[in-house]
């Protein structure tokens, strides 16, 4: 009995380092004692006083498979403690609901600014038109963004967190994989509609990579993303100009290229 004690002190003192774990641990204590009075009075209760503890055993389940819905969906953010990743004093941020939906209509505007090069204007008005609901492009890059991540997660081995901040600073990142004694890697996709695409991102992308390279004392390496839709074989001017700009940049930076409709035929697969 004094062994069991233990075992069970133990474990809730894990449980109770993180929000989930207290959830978690709360949950189980309640069904585990309703069970254990079921099972050990059943016989001294009457029907009409068993009755009441056999529906709260089926029906709280199904509250609690609700109530962790909402928490998932509405303030995955808050389910989290310093101790989950790597660096304390670099503790991770999950955005809110607000920070992420004012991210995506930055990446909006970027996506449909046209740029100043003349050269560069009449290929873009070929891929304007069926670009010009916003909705229409929050939704490919969104898309872009959960197929880019997914498909990493399995080539890594690794879960990653979605839509992040690094504290005391106001970058934030598609996706951070933050393993104890691994090497932290941030992911950044990015949606281009068209070969000229993300000219004017690129800087500010690698400024925000070089500032949270430094705050995480260098041990951070960035994979950049670009999801384009667009004939593979208007590519290289992406590359080349991604990749000159990546070279100048002192940073841990790889470069990865995703045409759109392959990200969706391996996720069908």
Known sequence: MANDISVFGRIARDLARNPLGIIALFISMIYGFAT???????????????????V????????????????????????????DYKYDQSFLYTLSPQEQKNRLEQEVEELTNLPKRPSAISENK???????????????IRNAENLAISKLEKELGR?????????????????????????????EVKFLRAPI????????????????NHYMKGDLKTIIVLVYNFDKEKLSKTKN????????CPANIELRYYHYNDLKNEENL
Request: no cysteine; net charge positive.
């Open 36 to 54: 254990l009075l079921l099972n050990s009075s059943a016989d001294k209760l009457s029907q009409e006083e068993r009755f009441p503890l056999v």
């Open 56 to 83: 709260f055993i089926v029906i709280f389940p199904l509250f609690v498979l609700l109530a962790f819905y909402r928490l998932v969906t509405k303030h995955h953010g808050k389910l989290y403690a310093p101790s």
């Open 126 to 140: 070929q891929n304007t038109s069926r670009f010009e609901d916003r909705e229409t492009i929050k939704n490919y």
């Open 159 to 187: 879960k990653a967190v979605r839509e992040v901040k690094i504290a005391e600073t106001n970058i934030s990142f598609d996706a951070i994989v933050a393993d104890r004694g691994k090497t932290t890697i941030a992911i």
């Open 197 to 212: 695409s993300g000219i004017t991102i690129i800087d500010r992308l690698l400024y925000q990579i070089v500032i949270a």
């Open 241 to 248: 100009y991604w990749e000159r700009k990546i070279e100048e």
